[in-house]
């Protein structure tokens, strides 16, 4: 008997792991890949989000597996590297979780290596939004940083960015940190024009809106900051979100617009010298920059003197910073890499899912209120929008189909939540509403009433909180799954109108 090589033994495996993942993974197809997920309406679920993944991922990950590298290695450097460039950023530095990212990148720009001038100290203040993801806020009040809240505009969910001015005040302002929401870009143009104003960190939350692009006006002044950027044939300037401030976030959790399970990235956009930062405080609050597995990168390990360690101190061991352990694995970044290369697909199929959507349920108007791009005007029957005068445009990648139960519909939020959940139709309220409603913002505010600010009275995010619900438009919703949503709710629509007429 013939023994396999190790290589041929290896390949063996992945052959059989493949048709392993064919037969049991069928539901997490993307939902038009020639092989839909099988549906039976009102049976099957509809999720809001999931992972969507074939054999290849599955490969990916055994492969990995089977090399036993396990920490951040190999495949981490090249999907770092990957992401930097589809983003066209500086650098992308992977970790566990979006929500770590978050925390990272607040902590980086407490390092007492910045200009005193510019780094993040205890009791200064970060603007921010009210409504949204906890985790985008909660790192501000962990370092003992003033959270200043800004409303929320029901219609794109995101900041309303004209309250900026009103929320800064001169030598406590340090930072704005704020999302793009459910893939929906926040007003760039008037966020980066106030913090280059004020010289502000700007930090975006780019968990929800991996792939969005936001366009600048030709006759922005911000385009001086860019001599570089290619230009469209207009003048303004293309470019993804998560690209344009300071430093940005990620999330990789399975309804996220890739998955690795779970994981996250910081991205440093221009500024080199935030990478060490960010590394550092990912990785332990080690001094070195030494990446696994290497011991002598800056060719002086045992030529520091730092703080109070004797000269020659091992620069492997030497911690400038009250750092974590914030790294994902290997095997998780192997997967990662398969779904960049299905990121452009994914972009896209949500993009169409949405307006699918917006189409078959254009009709509901009277009882719907819509989601609209910022800068948006009016969604068209066509698919197209129309524009404010700014000269700036947005193109989402769609986390979700956003809607808003408007106060005159013969149904309320909580009923349609209801119905949809029956349908077995997966839906999210837009993550934590108004935040300062929140336990833990209550709690806080009666515990230490200096960490939060407030600007104006919150209406726009008690609106969200109180009448805004989102669907899928995820890459695993089939055509007929897209179908059974819009009938579902046009029926619904229809039955609580007549209900309401009877009574």
């Not at 780094?119 to 790192?139: H, K, N, Q, Y």
């Amino acid at each position: 008997m013939t023994t396999m090589s190790n290589e041929d033994l290896k390949q063996e495996i992945l052959r059989l792991t493949r048709e392993y993942s064919s037969r049991v993974h069928g539901q997490n197809r993307p939902g038009e890949d020639g092989r839909p997920p099988k549906f039976i309406p009102g049976e099957t679920t509809v999720p809001y989000a999931g992972r969507v993944f074939t054999e290849d991922e599955v490969e990916a990950a055994v492969s990995s597996t089977l090399d036993f590298w396990l920490t951040l290695g190999p495949e981490g450097d090249k999907f770092e590297s990957q992401l930097a460039d589809f983003l066209g950023v500086r650098k992308s530095l992977l970790v566990n979780s979006g929500s770590s990212a978050n925390l990272l990148a607040i902590a980086a720009l407490t390092s007492h290596k910045l200009p005193a001038e510019k780094r993040l100290r205890p009791g200064d203040e970060v603007i921010t939004v009210a409504a949204g993801f906890p985790t985008t806020v909660s790192p501000l009040l962990q370092q003992g940083l003033t959270g200043v809240f800004i409303d929320a505009d029901p219609i794109t969910g995101n900041p309303r960015c004209e309250q900026l001015e009103e929320a800064y005040v001169p030598g406590k302002t340090k930072a704005v940190m704020m999302a793009h929401a459910l893939g929906n870009p926040f007003d760039l143009s008037t966020t980066l024009q106030f913090c280059k104003r004020h010289d502000l960190w700007l930090i975006e939350d780019n968990c929800d809106a991996l792939g969005c692009s936001y366009t600048m006006s030709a006759s922005s002044p911000l385009l001086a900051d860019y001599p570089k950027e290619p230009r469209n044939p207009d003048g303004s300037l293309t470019k993804y979100t998560g690209s344009w401030g300071d430093l940005s976030t990620q999330s990789f959790y399975p309804p996220h617009h890739l998955t690795m399970g779970e994981g996250g990235a910081v991205s440093i956009v221009r500024q080199a010298a935030l990478k060490v930062l960010v590394e550092s405080f990912r990785d332990w609050g080690r001094d070195c920059w030494c990446p696994s597995g290497k011991d002598n990168t800056c060719n002086k390990r045992f030529g520091w003197q730092l703080g109070e360690l004797p000269e020659g101190y091992d620069h492997k061991y030497i911690y400038s910073h009250l750092g974590y352990n914030l790294k994902p694995l290997d095997t998780q970044a192997a997967i990662g890499r398969v779904q960049l290369e299905k990121l452009p697909a994914f972009i896209q199929a949500r993009k169409d899912n949405w307006q699918t959507l917006r189409a078959g349920l254009a009709d509901l108007e009277e009882y719907i209120e819509f989601a609209l791009p910022t800068h948006a005007t009016k969604w068209n029957s066509d698919g197209t929008f129309e524009w404010d005068s700014t000269g700036c445009r947005t193109d989402c990648s769609w986390f979700g189909f956003k809607m808003s139960i408007r106060p005159e519909a013969p149904f309320t939020r909580t009923d349609f939540a209801k119905f949809l959940d029956e349908r077995k139709i997966g839906n999210r309220m837009l993550f934590g509403g108004n935040l300062l409603r929140q336990p833990a913002f209550v709690q806080l505010k009666h515990d230490n009433p200096a960490a939060i600010r407030i600007i104006g009275d919150m209406r726009g995010a008690d609106e969200i909180m109180n009448r805004t619900i989102f669907i899928g438009t995820y890459p695993g919703l089939s055509h007929a799954m897209l179908t059974y949503i819009i009938e579902s709710i046009q029926a619904f629509c229809r039955q609580s109108v007549s209900s309401s007429k009877l009574h």
